[in-house]
């Protein structure tokens, strides 16, 4: 590390040390003073890092609608029904199933009339669906569904490009949605996208995040859940964006996470968030749902990854780990590519070393 990439917090350290106690030849150590003078030693800070973890966890599955809506490969109904039903079978309780989104937008999820009406409810299972307008949660309505999602940005572009709104639009028109799904009796859910970054602005300020986050809070959501479309965020991001907004008022039951692993920090980000006392958290089975704007790389946290994160943090998520690969491969043979799931790859490697077909 250079001198001038040592954070303005740190310090390089130049006192005389015995052999056994000098750091490795060409490298600098550096303190951190953050806590400022009578901080906890590090061992001792290590003991308490995961005193603030939760003790259960919600997986919220995404894979169904937002694994699938960017696939060239339509998967038939059949097909994307005994998916849910398997998800569900290996202990998912609250999965999102479909967009109710006009299909010239999404032709992936055109059947989402049909897949949400032949479905197989559930007890104890919450099931969701996007809506982005009053004929989406018109038909989300007809098909029995009693929770929806709706979806903006943090991001002025983003919401211009992808949803053709202002952000003002964008509030106005959800108004009148969660109004009018809460007088059905319907939950809601909203997204924010582009917390972190965003592909036409690149940084978005954190006053951004805070006034739509506040704003759809207000409007009536009863979950936030905060995403990293991009890919881009990192531990110091998530850890400051989550701060600032539970000290701006919003609780940890009003919010959830959403991270990408296009970069390779999804599992890091998620360990911040859980420390932070976050506990829902949105995964997609096998990793599926990839970045559209990073072609060939990783998008949606795999399910399978998290729950392997939570199970060896000794959190309880409700979730069967080793029930999810077999699934994983059989969805990835139909979309005839493998998924990016680390712990399915790696399971599928040790059964065909063993001999076990998966």
């Not at 060409?26 to 303190?31: F, L, M, N, Y």
């Not at 937008?105 to 059947?111: F, K, N, R, V, Y």
């Not at 559930?122 to 979806?151: K, Q, W």
């Not at 952000?167 to 809460?182: D, F, Q």
Request: proline share 5%; with cysteine; glycine share 10%.
């Amino acid at each position: 590390m250079s001198e001038t990439q040592i954070p303005p917090h740190a310090e390089r350290v130049s006192q005389a040390r015995s052999p056994a106690q000098a750091p490795a030849q060409g490298r600098e150590q550096v303190v951190d003073h953050t806590a400022g003078p009578g901080a906890a030693a590090p061992s001792e800070w290590f003991k308490h890092m995961f005193d603030a973890l939760p003790h259960d966890v919600d997986i919220y599955e995404v894979g169904p609608r937002d694994g699938l809506q960017n696939e060239k490969t339509v998967l038939p109904v059949e097909t994307k029904l005994a998916m849910i039903e398997s998800l569900v079978d290996a202990g998912i309780r609250r999965i999102e199933i479909t967009s109710f989104v006009n299909p010239r937008w999404i032709p992936a999820l055109a059947d989402h009339m049909e897949v949400a009406t032949r479905l197989r409810r559930r007890e104890g299972v919450r099931y969701s669906a996007l809506v982005p307008n009053m004929r989406g949660l018109d038909s989300a309505t007809r098909a029995g569904m009693d929770e929806i999602a709706i979806f903006m940005a943090a991001s002025e572009t983003h919401n211009r490009k992808n949803i053709n709104k202002s952000t003002h639009k964008a509030l106005e028109t959800y108004t009148e949605v969660v109004r009018e799904a809460r007088d059905r009796g319907m939950a809601v859910r909203g997204y924010l996208s582009c917390v972190y970054g965003c592909p036409y602005e690149d940084q978005v300020p954190y006053e951004n995040v805070e006034y739509v986050s506040k704003a759809l809070v207000d409007l009536g959501v009863y979950e936030l859940s905060l995403g990293d479309t991009i890919g881009v965020g990192t531990p110091r991001q998530v850890a400051g964006i989550l701060q600032g907004l539970l000290g701006a008022g919003l609780s940890y039951d009003q919010l959830a996470v959403h991270f990408h692993d296009t970069r390779g920090t999804a599992l890091a980000n998620t360990t911040v968030a859980l420390q932070l006392g976050i506990r829902t958290i949105d995964s997609s089975l096998g990793g599926l749902g990839g970045c559209p704007y990073a072609p060939g790389a990783s998008g949606n946290v795999a399910t399978e990854d998290v729950v392997y994160l939570l199970n060896g943090m000794g959190i309880r998520s409700g979730v069967e780990l080793d029930r999810l690969p077999a699934i994983s491969v059989e969805i990835g043979a139909k979309l005839g590519r493998e998924l990016p799931s680390k712990y399915t790859k790696a399971y599928v490697g040790a059964c065909a070393k063993q001999g076990v077909q998966v």
